[in-house]
């Protein structure tokens, strides 16, 4: 969204060229158990990056 917001690209010519997930912090949460007790897990989370290029067109002479 932000290479076609932000620098007018066509959505066509563009082309996913990497992608990174990184990890991110964990939140704690309370999960329920028997008879009224609980146990701690940890929610992890994510940091994704994908980088997009442009097609390059390759003219050929005949």
Same mark, same amino acid.
């Given at each position: 969204?932000?290479?076609?917001?932000?620098?007018?690209?066509?959505?066509?010519?563009?082309?996913?060229?990497?992608?990174?997930?990184?990890?991110?912090?964990?939140?704690?949460?309370?999960?329920?158990?028997? %008879?009224?007790?609980?146990? +701690?897990? *940890? #929610?992890? !989370?994510?940091? /994704? %990056?994908?980088?997009?290029? +442009?097609? *390059? #067109?390759? !003219?050929?002479? /005949?």
């Amino acid at each position: 969204a932000n290479a076609v917001n932000n620098f007018n690209l066509n959505k066509d010519d563009l082309y996913v060229e990497e992608i990174f997930v990184n990890e991110s912090i964990s939140l704690p949460r309370l999960f329920p158990r028997a %008879k009224g007790k609980t146990d +701690k897990r *940890k #929610k992890r !989370t994510s940091h /994704i %990056k994908i980088f997009v290029s +442009k097609y *390059k #067109k390759e !003219t050929q002479e /005949i």
